[in-house]
Structures are given as C-alpha cells and as structure tokens.
C-alpha cells in the first residue's frame, strides 16, 4: 500500500501569513498532486508536478505556489494567505502509467484554516 | 462546468439496509471510473475501479456497475454498517495514465443510523 504523509494535518493562520504545507510520499512514485476539497465541490487540482525540480499548474492555481525538491517531498506554498484558501488540501502520488489500475495514492489531509 | 455530479447529496439509511449511490459524468474521454470512501476529514481510500464499458465489479459489501454509453455509474452497498458512514466520491480520469486528468464529483455523504 502506498504511503502517503502531510504535515501539518491541522493548521490556523491569519490573512496575509506565511504558510508552507508539506508532502512526502516513499513509494518511490514520480507524479505528485497537491488539491483542495471544499464542500460542494469535487477535489480541485492546484499544482503537480512529474519529478524533482519540476512543477506544473492545474486548474486552481491562483495564489498558490510549490515545489518538487525531491522525489519524495512535495511542498504547497501560500505566501499571502486569505480566507478563501480555508479549505481540506490533500496529497497524491502516482506512478505514471498502470493501464486499468492507474491509481492515485491520497494522503490524510491537511485542514487550514485562514481567519 | 461540473462534469461528475453524484447523487443523492446526502442519504440516511438505518444499520442494514442496503443503498445504492448515482455518478452521472461528461468527461470525455472516460477511461476509466473509481469510487472512493472518505472518512469525515479523513483520506481517499479506493473502493473499486472499473474501466470496460458494461463492468461490474464487487468488493464484499460494495458493488458497482459502470455504462459508458449512458456515462453512468453506481455504487450498491448491501448490509450497512455504522461503520460505512462516510463520503463516497466518484472520480472519472480521462486517460489511464499520469498524463490525464482526474475528474472528481462533489460526493454523497452517507449516514448510517442504529
């Protein structure tokens, strides 16, 4: 079973602060995801990227920034953070091909919240 | 647009009763549907995929048949249990590789009572 961690799990901040969540996985996967779930809405992708050192942009990036700096550690940065990025931000891995089994792994999650 | 709309919202079923759970979908293309179980603030945890058109797949309690042509899913759990209170997401990828997308419904969040 693929292992995924995020630290912290639970984090308040007030707008305008700093805050890094992290990611690791040790499956040795290529593919990493950062989301957002937000009630009434499906998990929403923010930033993946295919290895270390590289990042690419998914379809909610505004705000957000991240970074691949190794193969395990994947790290979601809000550098201004508001209360519209209050949300549940989960972790994923993958590896990049499995045919019908194609899966990505989830972390727990990491509840933020922005007063 | 959403592309995976699921319902019902929210369903309350007593302790062994069974139910049954819709994900209605446009992606296109669709290779492929699984179903997740999400605990209150809790990870994703796969239930079953299925990817041919017609597939029905089983996984103790759980069941789900899939129809491409319809773009239709669902997902049966027979004998509830307390324990099966949770959100069950529906998620269409659009390829069977890392280089698709992920395509996520809302949920149905599920309440089973004494």
């Known amino acids: 079973e693929a292992a995924v961690t995020q630290s912290p799990r639970n984090k308040v901040t007030v707008t305008g602060g700093n805050v890094t969540l992290s990611c690791r996985q040790t499956?040795?996967?290529?593919?990493m995801y950062w989301y957002r779930q937000d009630t009434g809405h499906g998990l929403r992708l923010i930033h993946y990227?295919?290895?270390?050192?590289?990042?690419q942009i998914g379809d909610v990036p505004d705000g957000y920034k991240a970074t691949r700096t190794t193969q395990e550690d994947f790290f979601l940065l809000l550098e201004l953070a508001s209360p519209s990025q209050t949300s549940l931000y989960f972790c994923?891995?993958?590896?990049?091909?499995?045919?019908?089994?194609?899966?990505?792994?989830f972390g727990p999650g990491t509840r933020l919240t922005v007063l | 647009k959403t592309q995976v709309e699921q319902s019902p919202q929210s369903l309350v079923v007593r302790q062994g009763e069974n139910c049954v759970l819709q994900?209605?979908?446009?992606?296109?293309?669709?290779?492929?549907l699984r179903w997740f179980k999400q605990d209150t603030g809790k990870g994703l945890v796969s239930l079953t995929v299925l990817v041919h058109e017609n597939d029905k797949t089983s996984n103790g309690r759980y069941s789900a048949t899939l129809d491409k042509d319809a773009k239709h899913s669902t997902l049966h759990i027979t004998a509830t249990l307390l324990d099966d209170t949770a959100t069950y997401i529906c998620?269409?990828?659009?390829?069977?590789?890392?280089?698709?997308?992920?395509?996520f419904g809302a949920g149905t969040q599920l309440i089973v009572i004494p």
């Open positions: 994923a891995s993958s590896v990049p091909t499995g045919a019908s089994s194609y899966e990505q792994y």
């Open positions: 998620v269409v990828g659009d390829r069977g590789s890392a280089l698709g997308r992920l395509h």
């Open positions: 990227s295919y290895g270390a050192g590289n990042l």
């Open positions: 499956n040795s996967h290529n593919y």
């Open positions: 994900c209605n979908y446009s992606v296109t293309p669709d290779n492929h």
